[in-house]
């Protein structure tokens, strides 16, 4: 059968593939360590599980509307007010089929053919496709490690054209590992005032932040930003809920009623005992078990960026969100490892896993090919045996 040219243009996900990849050779038997798989390795709390049990056992089995519960919106309308300072109308809320599908489509909403997307690089490999799907044309802006990967307000004034519909920001960020203070997002909402450009706030890591690292909605840092603002967001990171996929838009009213008339002929609603449970997961014991996770995986990005620093040639910023490290390593491009020649980050990662079996996800595809990302969403034990494969390979 013929394959059309929109889906001959998207290639696989990078980070799905080599969280594929490992799986599969565990299965095999062959002791991988993964460092790819961007997912929280805790369990999802037992408060949730037992919600969408008796939500089940309550026969809430059926459609709802489309956009979601209203008990479901009106219970995130609360979390972005009390937690984010943000005020929106359950009407200005949309449930979506996870983070990744609320990026979809907040795109096909809001973009045209012939649109241009600012967006950061490293960016997580999903943003440059949909924006693709949606038939608009990427604007990549470039960073280094000296401004830790993030964007200056300079270079976004420098790149906005007539056509530049959005700016995508991802804080936390995925793979950077890094988040943007609230000074940086303020000098960059100062920029876009007085221009047509949407913001992608995708806030989906904003639970994980390290240190003296304070968390801030984009949509939150004036009227102007709150306007032009749409809040992504979603349960699979702060509840380790990966698997139920669950994510929600928040914005201006039409641009949610646009998507709600997508989604009313795409998906419709996401599963219905689904939504009883995080409703629950917003509500009480959420704060202690997100803290617990939280604490950990902070022992956990420290760990490893310290290892990853001692290691010749391998230069890492220490985490402050998320949970990944996204060290440059392209001092050993132009080596060859084990008869390996190694050019870029893609024979890095292909060569690490085949010699050394330890699984990371090369940077190309987050547009960054001096880095790798190394995800610490698994235990310090594996980390640590990870970490030491990897130093002796290294040492070759
Ligand atoms: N945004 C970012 C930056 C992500 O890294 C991810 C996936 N890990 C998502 C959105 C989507 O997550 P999900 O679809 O599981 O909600
Ligand atoms: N977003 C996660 C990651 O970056 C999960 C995989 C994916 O959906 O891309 O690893």
């Known amino acids: ?42 369990d999802t709390p037992d408060y949730i599980k037992d919600a969408a049990i008796e939500a089940l056992k309550a026969g809430k089995t059926k459609y709802t509307p489309a956009a979601g519960i209203i008990e479901l919106r009106t219970a995130i309308a609360a979390k972005l007010k009390n937690e984010n300072g943000l005020t929106y109308s359950p009407d200005q809320i949309i449930v979506n089929m996870g983070g990744k599908h609320s990026v979809y489509e907040a795109m096909q909403a809001v973009l045209d053919p012939g649109d241009e997307v600012i967006l950061p690089a490293p960016y997580w490999v999903t943003y440059p496709e949909t924006i693709k799907l949606a038939g608009a044309a990427a604007k990549i802006i470039e960073t280094d490690r000296a401004n830790s990967y993030k964007i200056t307000p300079a270079q976004v004034e420098d790149v906005i054209t007539e056509k530049t519909a959005m700016l995508v920001i991802n804080s936390p960020n995925n793979p950077g590992g890094f988040t943007y203070t609230p000074q940086e997002l303020k000098a960059i909402a100062k920029v876009l005032e007085g221009t047509k450009v949407a913001v992608l706030a995708d806030e989906i890591y904003e639970k994980l932040v390290y240190g003296d690292t304070k968390f801030v909605s984009f949509a939150s840092l004036s009227a102007d930003a709150y306007n032009r603002t749409l809040t992504l967001n979603g349960f699979s990171k702060a509840f380790s809920m990966t698997g139920w996929r669950l994510g929600y838009a928040a914005g201006p009213l039409e641009v949610i009623k646009a998507m709600g008339r997508l989604q009313d002929h795409m998906t419709s609603n996401v599963v219905t005992f689904g939504q009883y449970a995080a409703i629950a997961a917003l509500g009480e014991p959420a704060a202690d078990s997100i803290e617990r996770m939280r604490a950990e995986f902070e022992r956990r990005g420290q760990y490893m960026a310290e290892r990853l620093n001692s290691m010749p040639g391998v230069e890492c910023p220490e985490p402050t969100g998320a949970f990944y490290c996204f060290p440059d390593v392209s001092s050993h491009y132009g080596r060859t490892i084990n008869g390996a020649k190694i050019a870029g980050s893609m024979d890095f990662a292909k060569a690490l896993l085949e010699q050394a079996k330890v699984a990371l996800v090369p940077g190309l595809p987050f547009g960054c090919n001096d880095n790798v990302r190394l995800s610490f969403a698994c235990s310090l034990e594996q980390i640590r045996k990870g970490l030491d494969r990897l130093e002796k390979w290294l040492g070759r």
């Open 1 to 42: 059968m013929k394959i059309s040219k929109r889906a001959q243009d998207v290639p696989a996900s990078a980070t799905i593939a080599v969280t594929a990849r490992a799986k599969e050779l565990k299965a095999q038997g062959v002791d991988v360590v993964g460092f790819g798989a961007g997912e929280p390795d805790f």
